[in-house]
């Protein structure tokens, strides 16, 4: 696997990792005290609670046993992520050419690309001696933000993780992130491309299939 696709999975599971919720920042030295508590309302909210669940986990040994770390995924992660709207993303202009079980069938395809990849690459994260700054969310109206953070380790430069969420009834849902500028979606719209191209070809092929006529030669 080429050394940048690799990182670009390694980031992607930091960032799965970062977007759990449902629990309370533990109490401790680490624990960011100079600013006000978020409320579930914030958009930060499932990235923030998320970080003593995920210290837990990094350091038990059940994240070895395949069967429970790929369980942990499916129910405590890939929630998080509004799968409709990523797919309407990466998709694009070949949606058009898609009919409706196309649509579900590509989207099942993402989701559990999306989720072995976190399975297989979650080994390497470290929670241990990963520090994570959070930057004040950037609102785009009421139902769209941006909530920024400065990942830093002591083996690799910074990683600035921008998170593009959008609001799905009261929760908020994760559609894209960036990882120092690289689109996850744009990723995976790379990814699946001759998937994506297939659709047009098949698509084209059945037109011209509906709308062709016998050709008509004098004498017939």
Request: charged share 25%.
């Amino acid at each position: 696997m080429h050394p940048i696709i690799r990182h670009t999975l390694r980031l992607l599971t930091l960032i799965s990792l970062l977007s759990i919720s449902s629990w309370s920042i533990a109490s401790g030295p680490s624990a960011d005290t100079s600013k006000p508590a978020v409320t579930p309302a914030d958009p930060a909210y499932i990235i923030r609670t998320a970080l003593s669940k995920i210290t837990s986990f990094s350091s038990h040994s059940d994240k070895v046993n395949p069967l429970k770390l790929r369980g942990f995924i499916e129910k405590q992660i890939i929630p998080h992520f509004d799968f409709d709207n990523m797919s309407h993303w990466i998709t694009g202009r070949y949606a058009r050419n898609m009919s409706e079980s196309d649509k579900s069938d590509f989207q099942r395809n993402l989701r559990e690309t999306f989720l072995s990849s976190l399975s297989k690459h979650l080994g390497s994260f470290d929670a241990e001696n990963t520090r994570v700054q959070f930057h004040p969310a950037r609102y785009r109206g009421p139902g769209e933000a941006f909530v920024s953070t400065s990942v830093y380790r002591p083996d690799t430069l910074p990683v600035r993780l921008d998170f593009r969420m959008r609001k799905v009834g009261n929760d908020w849902k994760i559609i894209d992130v960036k990882a120092n500028g690289s689109s996850a979606v744009i990723y995976y719209r790379r990814h699946f491309l001759s998937q994506l191209r297939q659709y047009q070809r098949d698509a084209q092929r059945q037109y011209r299939s509906q709308n062709s006529y016998p050709r008509y030669y004098p004498g017939n």
